[in-house]
């Protein structure tokens, strides 16, 4: 009998701890093959492991839970946690997969494993677009997105508007902000600014690359596997990571 595996991605961790805790009490047969504390991580480990289960903190630093959900592999059942209840729990009482609220209770996790037991015995595939276009109704990060990048070129301090960057690549201890006509850098790191870039707008391409999708002329295919973007008016190509070609899918 195949033994059932999972990913648990929570960035809190006497959360993280207890959430491990409870899933070997509960379900001692389930073996946790990655622990992770942010969404990049979680969202390499799903695509390294190809896991039945994983559990995903909807907020999370760098990629959010729903972002990781978007690119996780099709055989892969999510349950969401968070601590904030204004999304519509109620619209997952009936999915293919589960919601639930922290603190965790036992009895609330126990009910949600019994249910994905049922649903990896009867070889039930994942689902997730019904539950994520549910999540997409919930609220908005707008308030917290920016609008300026405030870089440096030399000794001088520029102020570039967030439409004007085709792209953002880590560069050691800086990242590089790149316009059409210009580049300067800025100390924030990807997995923090990502945070607060529209992802309707901006996708991470790369642990090292964030580009504005609209900027994006094609992405090819090397010899060697690898995939390497090209973008419009800029003569720069950026890496693309597997676990981001999901977003390429059909282009």
């Given at each position: 009998m195949k033994i059932p595996t999972a990913v648990v991605a929570e960035d809190e961790a006497p959360q993280h701890a207890e959430l491990c805790r409870l899933l070997g009490?509960?379900?001692?047969?389930l073996r946790v093959i990655a622990s992770c504390e942010d969404g990049l991580t979680a969202l390499?480990?799903?695509?390294?492991h190809q896991p039945d289960v994983?559990?995903?903190?909807?907020?999370?630093?760098?990629?959010?839970?729903?972002e990781v959900a978007r690119g996780a592999p099709r055989t892969t059942h999510i349950v969401f946690t968070t601590a904030h209840d204004e999304y519509a729990i109620e619209a997952f009482e009936r999915g293919a997969i589960d919601y639930l609220l922290k603190p965790i209770s036992r009895e609330r996790l126990e009910l949600s494993?019994?249910?994905l037991r049922?649903?990896?015995?009867?070889?039930?595939?994942?689902?997730?677009?019904?539950?994520?276009?549910?999540?997409?109704?919930?609220?908005s990060r707008a308030q917290n997105r920016i609008r300026w990048i405030t870089a440096t070129i030399g000794n001088t301090t520029r102020m570039f508007p967030i439409e004007d960057v085709l792209f953002f690549r880590a560069q050691d201890k800086y990242t590089r902000v790149v316009t059409a006509g210009d580049e300067a850098q800025i100390r924030m790191p990807l997995k923090e600014l990502i945070g607060v870039l529209d992802p309707d707008e901006f996708w991470q391409v790369h642990r090292s690359a964030i580009v504005r999708a609209a900027a994006i002329h094609?992405?090819?295919?090397?010899?060697?596997?690898?995939?390497l973007l090209k973008l419009k008016g800029h003569g720069e190509e950026l890496p693309v990571s597997s676990v981001f070609q999901h977003q390429f899918r059909g282009m």
């Amino acid at each position: 009998m195949k033994i059932p595996t999972a990913v648990v991605a929570e960035d809190e961790a006497p959360q993280h701890a207890e959430l491990c805790r409870l899933l070997g009490a509960l379900w001692p047969e389930l073996r946790v093959i990655a622990s992770c504390e942010d969404g990049l991580t979680a969202l390499e480990a799903l695509h390294e492991h190809q896991p039945d289960v994983a559990f995903l903190d909807i907020r999370m630093p760098g990629v959010s839970g729903l972002e990781v959900a978007r690119g996780a592999p099709r055989t892969t059942h999510i349950v969401f946690t968070t601590a904030h209840d204004e999304y519509a729990i109620e619209a997952f009482e009936r999915g293919a997969i589960d919601y639930l609220l922290k603190p965790i209770s036992r009895e609330r996790l126990e009910l949600s494993l019994q249910r994905l037991r049922e649903r990896l015995a009867a070889g039930d595939p994942a689902d997730m677009s019904a539950a994520l276009a549910m999540l997409k109704a919930g609220p908005s990060r707008a308030q917290n997105r920016i609008r300026w990048i405030t870089a440096t070129i030399g000794n001088t301090t520029r102020m570039f508007p967030i439409e004007d960057v085709l792209f953002f690549r880590a560069q050691d201890k800086y990242t590089r902000v790149v316009t059409a006509g210009d580049e300067a850098q800025i100390r924030m790191p990807l997995k923090e600014l990502i945070g607060v870039l529209d992802p309707d707008e901006f996708w991470q391409v790369h642990r090292s690359a964030i580009v504005r999708a609209a900027a994006i002329h094609s992405v090819r295919r090397q010899d060697d596997g690898k995939w390497l973007l090209k973008l419009k008016g800029h003569g720069e190509e950026l890496p693309v990571s597997s676990v981001f070609q999901h977003q390429f899918r059909g282009m």
